[in-house]
Every structure is written in structure tokens, then in C-alpha cells.
């Protein structure tokens, strides 16, 4: 019984501790292509290249649900692997779809047409790929009309996470903030739209301000999958054992991994 969590580096932990913690008696294969990351840089092939390449590696896992636990990847990729490319036996799911619903107020699974939702100015902080491929709006546009949302694209942040440098991070976040709310003065809400910003979370709701409600993605994926689960329990793989995987070196991806969720995590070679 194992499900899969793909990230492009790190980030993805904050959704595997969430839905670990949810869902018990599910095994959890994660796999980071630390090796290429981040991949909020890449262009959109590279990005569909990369991604398929890692969910296929799940897939040998016993992974036939696989959760793009990577807002880019979501954002650039998810699309094209649903219409074109995923067997039919297989589910790959972003992580999106889940934070708008919460944002607009819908039931998990409410395909009903858009109306209008008491949020009219969202903010929505995301890597450069992320943000160019509009994903967010064209997800939002299925669920909600007459909602502004202003795009910041948060050039270093993961880095500086993923090096270990929160000093630099906050300088960034603080700096991102500013430069949205030169273009939204005053949003109703924020996305986080990367699984990193997690960590950032107080950060972002300083500058941003008490008021500005601010939408993270951790516990709202793991709602979102044990329902999902609930409704396709065959989606449920046959592996049989947790695990953490990386393309990257396993005693420095696990090195940081560690320090990343304060506990100990061990990672092997992809």
C-alpha cells in the first residue's frame, strides 16, 4: 500500500510529514531529484522530461498514484502528463487543485461551475516557471470568477532554503512582499505556491501582514489525498515499504533532509 510524493528537492517533505502523519497505515515512497533541482528555472520541457522520468521510477516502487509534490512541476508538467501521456492505470495529482478549493471554499471534488467566492485579491507567491505557466489561474478560472491574482516570482528562495540559510531567505521573502504589494497594495489572501514556503510561513505572514490570510500547502494536500484515497482506494500501489529516494548524493541530501525536518531521515541512491 504506497503512494509516492515527487519533488524537485526538499520541498516535498512538508507534504510526506503531513500526509504521514494523516494517514498511518499508508507507506510513502519519496523520491527528490536534488541532482537537477530547482527546477523553477527550467524551461517547460525540461521540467515535463524530468518529471516523468522520476514518477516513472515511483511507478517501479509500486506507486500507481503518484502526488507532483512540486508546485513547478504541477504548474508546467501535470497538465501534459494527464492528456498525453499517463497510462490509464496510473494517477499523478498536483498540488494546486487542493489549496484552491480552500481558497474558494469547496468541497474536495466539487466540479460545479465557478461563482463567485468572498476573495477578490489574492496574492500568489511562486518560483519563475511556476508563475510563467499561469497554472494557478487556469486552475482557479474552473472554480471562481471575478478573483484578481497578482503573481510574484520569488527568485532564490528555494536555494536559500535548501542551502540551509534562513537569514537569506527571510531578506528574500521580505523583499518579494514588498515588491507584490507595490503591484496588489492590499490583498485579501495569500498563496504559497511552492512546498518550501511552508518553512517560511511566519515570514510571510509578517510582511504580509496579520490580516492577509495566508494558504499553505502541507496539510491541505493531505486532506485532499486521504479523501482522494477514501473515493480510489485501488489507487493504493502494491509496495510495501516507505522509503526516500534521491538522484543526488544520499549523505548530503540526507544531511540536509534532516536538518530541513528536525529529525532523522536517511535517503538512498534513485
Same mark, same amino acid.
Given at each position: 500500500?504506497?503512494?509516492?510524493?515527487?519533488?524537485?528537492?526538499?520541498?516535498?517533505?512538508?507534504?510526506?510529514?503531513?500526509?504521514?502523519?494523516?494517514?498511518?497505515?499508508?507507506?510513502?515512497?519519496?523520491?527528490?531529484?536534488?541532482?537537477?533541482?530547482?527546477?523553477?528555472?527550467?524551461?517547460?520541457?525540461?521540467?515535463?522530461?524530468?518529471?516523468?522520468?522520476?514518477?516513472?521510477?515511483?511507478?517501479?516502487?509500486?506507486?500507481?498514484?503518484?502526488?507532483?509534490?512540486?508546485?513547478?512541476?504541477?504548474?508546467?508538467?501535470?497538465?501534459?502528463?494527464?492528456?498525453?501521456?499517463?497510462?490509464?492505470?496510473?494517477?499523478?495529482?498536483?498540488?494546486?487543485?487542493?489549496?484552491?478549493?480552500?481558497?474558494?471554499?469547496?468541497?474536495?471534488?466539487?466540479?460545479?461551475?465557478?461563482?463567485?467566492?468572498?476573495?477578490?485579491?489574492?496574492?500568489?507567491?511562486?518560483?519563475?516557471?511556476?508563475?510563467?505557466?499561469?497554472?494557478?489561474?487556469?486552475?482557479?478560472?474552473?472554480?471562481?470568477?471575478? =478573483?484578481?491574482?497578482?503573481?510574484?516570482?520569488?527568485?532564490?528562495? =528555494?536555494?536559500?532554503?535548501?542551502?540551509?540559510?534562513?537569514?537569506?531567505?527571510?531578506?528574500?521573502?521580505?523583499?518579494? =512582499?514588498?515588491?507584490?504589494?507595490?503591484?496588489?497594495?492590499?490583498?485579501?489572501?495569500?498563496?504559497?505556491?511552492?512546498?518550501?514556503?511552508?518553512?517560511?510561513?511566519?515570514?510571510?505572514?509578517?510582511?504580509?501582514?496579520?490580516?492577509?490570510?495566508?494558504?499553505?500547502?502541507?496539510?491541505?494536500?493531505?486532506?485532499?489525498?486521504?479523501?482522494?484515497?477514501?473515493?480510489?482506494?485501488?489507487?493504493?500501489?502494491?509496495?510495501?515499504?516507505?522509503?526516500?529516494?534521491?538522484?543526488?548524493?544520499?549523505?548530503?541530501?540526507?544531511?540536509?533532509?534532516?536538518?530541513?525536518?528536525?529529525?532523522?531521515?536517511?535517503?538512498?541512491?534513485?
Amino acid at each position: 500500500m504506497a503512494v509516492g510524493i515527487f519533488d524537485s528537492g526538499l520541498g516535498g517533505l512538508t507534504v510526506l510529514d503531513a500526509a504521514a502523519s494523516a494517514l498511518p497505515d499508508v507507506d510513502f515512497v519519496y523520491l527528490g531529484d536534488n541532482a537537477h533541482a530547482p527546477y523553477g528555472v527550467r524551461d517547460a520541457d525540461d521540467i515535463f522530461n524530468l518529471t516523468t522520468k522520476a514518477v516513472e521510477r515511483l511507478w517501479d516502487e509500486g506507486c500507481d498514484l503518484v502526488i507532483l509534490a512540486c508546485n513547478t512541476a504541477s504548474a508546467a508538467a501535470l497538465k501534459r502528463m494527464q492528456e498525453r501521456w499517463l497510462p490509464t492505470d496510473k494517477r499523478v495529482l498536483g498540488v494546486f487543485v487542493p489549496l484552491i478549493e480552500a481558497l474558494t471554499e469547496r468541497q474536495w471534488g466539487d466540479n460545479s461551475p465557478p461563482r463567485e467566492v468572498d476573495v477578490k485579491h489574492v496574492a500568489l507567491f511562486a518560483t519563475p516557471a511556476t508563475v510563467a505557466s499561469r497554472a494557478f489561474q487556469r486552475e482557479l478560472a474552473f472554480r471562481a470568477i471575478g =478573483v484578481d491574482v497578482e503573481a510574484q516570482a520569488c527568485g532564490g528562495v =528555494v536555494d536559500a532554503i535548501e542551502d540551509g540559510d534562513m537569514i537569506l531567505a527571510e531578506a528574500l521573502v521580505n523583499s518579494h =512582499v514588498d515588491a507584490l504589494k507595490r503591484k496588489m497594495p492590499d490583498p485579501q489572501a495569500a498563496i504559497l505556491g511552492c512546498t518550501h514556503y511552508p518553512l517560511m510561513q511566519d515570514e510571510f505572514q509578517k510582511a504580509l501582514g496579520h490580516d492577509v490570510k495566508v494558504y499553505s500547502q502541507a496539510d491541505l494536500v493531505s486532506a485532499s489525498l486521504g479523501d482522494y484515497l477514501k473515493r480510489h482506494p485501488n489507487m493504493i500501489g502494491s509496495g510495501t515499504q516507505s522509503k526516500f529516494l534521491t538522484t543526488g548524493d544520499p549523505v548530503q541530501v540526507s544531511q540536509r533532509a534532516t536538518q530541513f525536518l528536525r529529525r532523522k531521515i536517511t535517503f538512498e541512491a534513485a
